[in-house]
């Protein structure tokens, strides 16, 4: 047809030759989850100055691309659903499936599912084995005994958060990546700092609204100030875990 396809090419092949490594070790089911063309949470904040996912609109030739890998991959089970997107199927896989789940992605996001039957797989090294000469991978898998002992936030070590209590600390943090703002000057450290102290940001906001000594009235300020954001970030950073779930996910 003369369309470009070396892009959507190289991923479809990446996807394959992964799923096919990791059907070796044990693999049964895989789902290839997918944005829609549009996300319920952009309308949260459409009367916001700072909006949700605000970014330069797509190439034409990379939507193009993007539609190709979905052809390339349809061997698969393939999910996408109007208004959500590929975190929102991943999380009601890891919440609703029958099984042990790996989430294979890097997003930080997705830590808010790891659970003792769901873990995430971030990255894969390769190195040559000195006798045969054959390339081999070392997976590096993400536990949530791995996420305690701590991960990079917004460019900031933070460590000790629970996957219940993530999506509180995204709330204060925010979350550059998504232009989430968060609370006022509460970056990455102080919030996890807040969240190992009170557990809750209903507790931190109730603690800043008491004049908590353990909280400095600057910060104390900026946490009242964003309370009344506080229920659309929350929902801005929940992932759902509801979504209705193909059946037909089993590897040929």
Known sequence: SGKGTEAAKEVSA??????????????????????????????????WEDKYKDRATKD????????????????????KLDGFEADDF????????????????????????????????????????PTSGQMLPDYKWVSVKDHLKGCTYNGTAVSGISPEQWISFQC????????????EGIGATIAANLIKEFGTIEEIIKAAKDDDPRITKKKREALIEFEPKYE???????????LPLPTTTKIL
């Not at 029958?98 to 390769?126: E, H, I, Y």
Request: with cysteine.
């Open 14 to 47: 990446w996807i394959k030759r992964t799923v096919a490594r990791l059907k070796e070790k044990g693999l049964t089911d895989c789902v290839c989850c997918l944005d829609s063309s549009n996300s319920f949470r952009k309308e949260l904040t459409k009367e």
């Open 60 to 79: 034409p030739e990379l939507i193009q691309q993007l539609r190709l890998i979905e052809e390339m991959i349809s061997e698969f089970c393939c999910v």
């Open 90 to 129: 991943m999380a009601s896989f890891a919440k609703q499936f029958n099984g042990k789940v790996t989430l294979f992605t890097v997003d930080k996001d997705m830590r808010q599912c790891l659970s003792p039957k769901c873990n995430m797989l971030v990255d894969v090294a390769w190195s040559e084995d």
């Open 172 to 183: 204060l943090a925010g979350d550059s990546s998504d232009d989430i703002s968060g609370a």
């Open 232 to 242: 659309i970030t929350r929902q801005l950073v929940t992932l759902r875990t509801d």
